[in-house]
């Protein structure tokens, strides 16, 4: 993409990329992100499931798009609004996804929190709905047993 569009414009462009791929492609993140990029999320513990765990790098970045594309199968991604502040942009949308292992489905309100430096993604960071997460991904015994 071309270095005069703004960064709200780059990631609405890729999230719209990525709903159409339905999750399969997430080239549309890489070509965003800083080769030392951090990617967080909201789940935790971060030894319950690949997602949940911290990222850093591109090859990390890698390996998190192929977990979801391994066990989840996306339904819907649409999104919302994209509001940016100096070098922080928020992707406000929802998710819709189904996991290939227990057939059961997320559907949740996401937001992503995006810190730009020199026109390159340094941080992401995710927030949606971990409890439906954690249904859907069948981790409901686990976390039980671990915190009940």
Not at 6 to 24: D, F, I, K, M, P
Not at 77 to 101: A, K, L, Y
Not at 119 to 144: M, N, S
């Amino acid at each position: 993409m071309s270095d005069d569009l703004s960064n709200a414009t780059r990631v609405a462009a890729a999230y719209r990329q990525w709903e159409e791929s339905l999750g399969t492609n997430p080239e549309p993140f890489m070509a965003l992100a800083d080769e030392n990029v951090e990617m967080a999320s909201v789940l935790d513990p971060p030894d319950m499931h690949e997602l949940a765990s911290d990222h850093y790098g591109l090859d990390r970045m890698r390996e998190y798009f192929a977990a979801i594309e391994q066990d989840w199968e996306m339904i819907d991604f649409p999104n919302e609004r994209v509001v940016e502040q100096g070098d922080t942009v928020v992707w406000i949308g929802r998710c819709s996804w189904r996991n290939r292992h227990t057939g059961l489905v997320i559907s949740s309100p996401k937001v992503d929190i995006w810190t730009f430096r020199d026109g390159k993604a340094v941080r992401f960071l995710e927030l949606f709905d971990t409890l439906g997460f954690a249904r859907a991904a069948g981790l409901l015994p686990q976390l039980a047993a671990r915190f009940g």
